[in-house]
């Protein structure tokens, strides 16, 4: 009899040791997804500080200007004029009637 006691709690130990490894194991997995999420994030935070109002053609430093009721970008090196989505039908609509006018306000001409 001390011998199938011996195989039973062999077995309970080895079933609890399977579980203990399985739980250890899903708690590694859990953890690597929060590390990798939170690592991306980072990254992206870091690559939205490094080029936030940097001008796409020349890399330097744009500023915003009001052209009627719309703040476009404009770089303070190359002079590009840079519209975030949606600002352009914005001004198109609210200078329907003066087209030539538009154009010349924002390239400042």
């Known amino acids: 009899m ?3 006691d011996r195989t039973r709690e062999d077995e309970w130990f ?3 040791e399977q579980q203990l490894l399985e739980a250890a194991r899903l708690a590694r997995e859990k953890r690597e997804r929060e590390r990798a999420a939170r690592e991306r994030e980072e ?5 939205k500080e490094l080029h936030f109002m940097k001008c796409p053609k020349c890399g330097h430093d744009m500023k915003e200007e009001p052209v009627d009721e719309v703040l476009i970008d404009r770089c303070t090196f190359c002079e590009g004029v840079y519209l975030d989505p949606g600002e352009l039908d914005k001004l198109f609509l609210q200078r329907a009637g003066e087209g030539k006018g538009f ?6 001409i």
């Open 43 to 47: 990254e992206r935070t870091r690559l």
């Open 2 to 4: 001390p011998d199938n």
């Open 103 to 108: 154009l010349r306000k924002v390239l400042g």
């Open 14 to 16: 080895l079933k609890n």
